[in-house]
T-cell receptor, first 113, second 118 residues
Framework: GENVEQHPSTLSVQEGDSAVIKCTYS??????FPWYKQELGKRPQLIID?????GEKKDQRIAVTLNKTAKHFSLHITETQPEDSAVYFC????????????FGKGITLSVRP | GAVVSQHPSRVICKSGTSVKIECRSL??????MFWYRQFPKQSLMLMAT?????????EQGVEKDKFLINHASLTLSTLTVTSAHPEDSSFYIC??????????????FGPGTRLTVL
């Protein structure tokens, strides 16, 4: 089955700096890669996703890049703000009616004011 | 759009009782719903995949007789924790996937249920 590794486990940045979170996956059949943000005690919120037919996707301060050859994808947050502080999970899944997301362990991002 | 609700948000019960948690997709139809549990500072652990009108598929190590799942309609799935014990205390989260999105579509999460078993 799929195995998703996420690193680092914690990341602290100064407000205004950029943050990069990396994930690797093992199943070459995976072709959908979402990123979720989870604040303490709340539900995971989908913040951006990418499919394998593109290498990069951007939405305002957030971008995701995908390298299928190396089987890794990264979340980029620019101009970080204190409200970006949360746990971020990456996930991967192949297509198919029986597909299911495999999550990374999560990274705690702290943005220092 | 794509709102998933979950009820109750918090429940405290005595050991040995059963607890039912409901997951509803409010503005879309979901052929597939997923049930996760999450321990503090850990990732989401998939417990089972629930398909409308059929039996749930449980992940390895998850007791199907303890965690009963019913997916009676395209907008409702329920998880019943039977004979709950303190070790079942956790954050239970459901998610739903839209019908039209096919296989690897977006999953939308419910707000979670905090279960505390005394």
């Amino acid at each position: 089955g799929e195995n998703v590794e996420q690193h680092p486990s914690t990341l602290s940045v100064q407000e205004g700096d950029s943050a990069v979170i990396k994930c690797t996956y093992s199943d070459s059949a995976s072709n959908y890669f979402p990123w979720y943000k989870q604040e303490l005690g709340k539900r995971p919120q989908l913040i951006i996703d990418i499919r394998s037919n593109v290498g990069e996707k951007k939405d305002q301060r957030i971008a995701v890049t995908l390298n299928k050859t190396a089987k890794h994808f990264s979340l980029h947050i620019t101009e970080t703000q204190p409200e970006d502080s949360a746990v971020y999970f990456c996930a991967a899944t192949p297509t198919g009616a029986n597909s299911k997301l495999t999550f990374g362990k999560g990274i705690t991002l702290s943005v220092r004011p | 759009g794509a709102v998933v609700s979950q009820h109750p948000s918090r429940v405290i019960c005595k050991s040995g009782t059963s607890v039912k948690i409901e997951c509803r997709s409010l503005d879309f139809q979901a052929t597939t719903m997923f049930w996760y549990r999450q321990f503090p500072k850990q990732s989401l652990m998939l417990m089972a995949t629930s398909n409308e009108g059929s039996k749930a598929t449980y992940e390895q190590g998850v007791e199907k007789d303890k965690f009963l799942i019913n997916h009676a309609s395209l907008t409702l799935s329920t998880l019943t924790v039977t004979s709950a014990h303190p070790e079942d205390s956790s954050f239970y989260i459901c998610s739903a996937r839209e019908v039209r999105s096919g296989g690897a579509g977006e999953q939308f999460f419910g707000p979670g249920t905090r279960l505390t078993v005394l």
